[in-house]
């Protein structure tokens, strides 16, 4: 290939890489919630309290957050899946008795939610025909 082609072929590669990564950067947000139950994040616990959750693609990376820095987790970060744009930032749990797993998090003006994956704490209590329960907190953007 010559110089010229080379030179031409890269910058078409830059081109479409940007634009490709546009839509994931542009992903990136905050936002706090005021989460009144203690819930699994993994195998992570966190007490009920005000949380800050960071969402940044890309670097494949969610943080969830207390705001009083007592307690956090650093999450790779789930798979997401096109809904609908969210009015509202939402963490969904689901909740079996009195134990609470987030298991969705979507934020304000975004077309994406990131799902958790099942702890195998969850999928225990999952087979044992406990009903689930869905709590949803709204969260403000930051």
């Given at each position: 290939m010559n110089k010229a082609r080379f030179h031409n072929v890269t910058l078409i590669a830059i081109g479409l890489l940007t634009l490709l990564a546009g839509p994931v950067l542009a992903q990136t947000g905050s936002m706090r919630a005021e989460i009144p139950f203690q819930f699994v994040v993994g195998n992570q616990v966190l007490p009920a309290g005000l949380y800050q959750v960071d969402v940044a693609p890309a670097v494949n990376r969610m943080t969830i957050r207390a705001v009083n820095g007592s307690t956090g987790?650093?999450?790779?970060?789930?798979?997401?899946?096109?809904?609908?744009?969210?009015?509202?930032?939402?963490?969904?749990?689901?909740?079996?008795?009195?134990?609470?797993?987030?298991?969705?998090?979507?934020?304000?003006?975004?077309?994406?939610?990131?799902?958790?994956?099942?702890?195998?704490?969850?999928?225990?209590?999952?087979?044992?025909?406990?009903?689930?329960?869905?709590?949803?907190?709204?969260?403000?953007?930051?």
């Amino acid at each position: 290939m010559n110089k010229a082609r080379f030179h031409n072929v890269t910058l078409i590669a830059i081109g479409l890489l940007t634009l490709l990564a546009g839509p994931v950067l542009a992903q990136t947000g905050s936002m706090r919630a005021e989460i009144p139950f203690q819930f699994v994040v993994g195998n992570q616990v966190l007490p009920a309290g005000l949380y800050q959750v960071d969402v940044a693609p890309a670097v494949n990376r969610m943080t969830i957050r207390a705001v009083n820095g007592s307690t956090g987790v650093y999450l790779l970060l789930p798979m997401g899946h096109q809904t609908a744009i969210a009015d509202q930032g939402t963490l969904v749990f689901h909740k079996y008795g009195a134990t609470s797993f987030l298991r969705t998090v979507s934020l304000a003006g975004h077309a994406t939610a990131y799902e958790m994956r099942k702890s195998t704490t969850e999928k225990e209590m999952a087979k044992t025909g406990a009903g689930v329960e869905v709590a949803m907190v709204f969260a403000q953007p930051r």
